[in-house]
């Protein structure tokens, strides 16, 4: 147990619609990073928050976009939701900027049908 | 797309054999890390290296830094039936926010 929590845990949705991700983060830890893995893959860094702003980004398109909140919990939002945006999306925190030692969720599924 | 290539993509040994895998990179990396993945779960993380040519055991673990910085290898030795699972590296550079991960290597074990 990383002390990392996601929700949901599994998810439908058809493409063009809108999903959030939630996560809080292991007690302590002030720096939130979301991974999108693939089926096959390893994960993909999507993007990093620290003390409420992002600090740092991945090659993802704009319309994945996120939150931290002052307790550190954090949200992944995505818009206009194609089908290639299956995939699990896992939450890992950290102490500091630097990606350093990530603790990963058991992360949320995401099918787009 | 990936930049750190894993080898071997997937392995079938036996209980009681040890197991070795290894990460390339073209480019340097500053830290090295090794999680292992269980279905439906995230990474767990195994083992973090800081130094080239450091080596750090965890149990039946160990795993060396690349004395180039651009490589790490992982082994474990007699393995049990609960090794099985995805392993991945990853790597962070110097001035990194992110790790970058491997495609992992599929580990199944016969007892």
């Known amino acids: 147990e990383t002390g990392v929590t996601q929700s949901p845990t599994h998810l439908i949705k058809t493409r063009g619609q809108q999903v959030t991700l939630r996560c809080s983060s292991q007690?302590?830890?002030?720096?939130v990073s979301w991974y999108q893995q693939a089926l096959g893959q390893g994960p993909q860094f999507i993007f990093q928050y620290y003390r409420e702003e992002e600090n740092g980004r991945g090659n993802f398109p704009p319309r994945f976009s996120g939150l931290q909140f002052p307790n550190y919990s954090s949200e992944l939002n995505v818009n206009a939701l194609e089908l290639d945006d299956s995939a699990l999306y896992l939450c890992?925190?950290?102490?500091?900027?630097?990606?350093?030692?990530?603790?990963f969720g058991e992360g949320s599924r995401l099918t787009v049908l | 797309g990936q930049q750190l290539n894993q080898s071997p993509q997937s392995m079938f040994i036996q209980e009681g054999e040890d197991v070795s895998m290894n990460c390339t990179s073209s480019s340097i990396f500053n830290t090295w890390l090794w999680y292992k993945q269980d279905p439906g779960e995230g990474p767990v993380l195994l083992i973090a290296l800081y130094k080239a040519g450091e080596l750090t055991s965890n149990g039946r673990l160990t795993a060396q830094f690349g004395i180039t910085r651009k490589d790490s290898f992982l082994n474990i030795s007699a393995s049990i039936p609960s090794d099985v699972g995805i392993y991945f590296c990853a790597g962070q550079k110097s001035n990194g926010n992110k790790l970058v991960f491997g495609a992992g290597t599929i580990l199944r074990v016969k007892s």
């Open positions: 007690s302590g830890h002030n720096t």
């Open positions: 890992a925190s950290s102490l500091g900027q630097g990606a350093g030692e990530l603790f």
